[in-house]
């Protein structure tokens, strides 16, 4: 099976040792992370990665305002990039998924929900690890 790779834009650093706890459990996934948003900008045109997770509110530059750059690329045109917020009132998805975004996941996570989401995005088949 080839490596599948994961980009993680966060800088609440409980939120991404959670990410990477989660996403840890998923084989063959490659997981790089960078806590503000002009580390994570340039990490992201560097990789080729298969998903990408944007938290909104960054340091630097925020969620949205790296994807609507990187959705400028070819290369990043149709990688799943997914907001990753605490932004859950009334009209926020729609506004997020309208600025490029693909999906939007919710803080505090599901986390059954977020893994499933990630394995459904990468494609990957798995056995069964404890839900």
């Known amino acids: ?29 490659e997981i790089l992370t960078k806590e503000n948003g002009i580390d994570g900008l340039e990490l992201i045109k560097s990789e080729d990665p298969d ?4 938290d909104i509110q960054l340091p630097g530059i925020n969620g949205t305002e790296i994807c609507e750059e990187i959705r400028k690329m070819d290369k990043f045109k149709s990688t799943p990039i997914i907001a990753v917020t605490s932004f859950a009132m009334k009209g926020d998805k729609e506004r997020i998924v309208d600025s490029g975004f693909s999906d939007y996941i919710s803080k505090p996570l599901n986390i059954i929900e977020f893994r499933k989401k990630i394995q459904r995005l990468l494609e990957i088949e798995i056995t069964s690890i404890t839900s």
Do not use: C, H, Q, W
């Open 1 to 29: 099976m080839n490596l599948k790779k994961i980009i993680i834009v966060e800088d609440n650093k409980k939120n991404l040792e959670l990410f990477k706890a989660v996403l840890g459990m998923i084989p063959n996934l």
């Open 51 to 54: 998903i990408i997770l944007l």
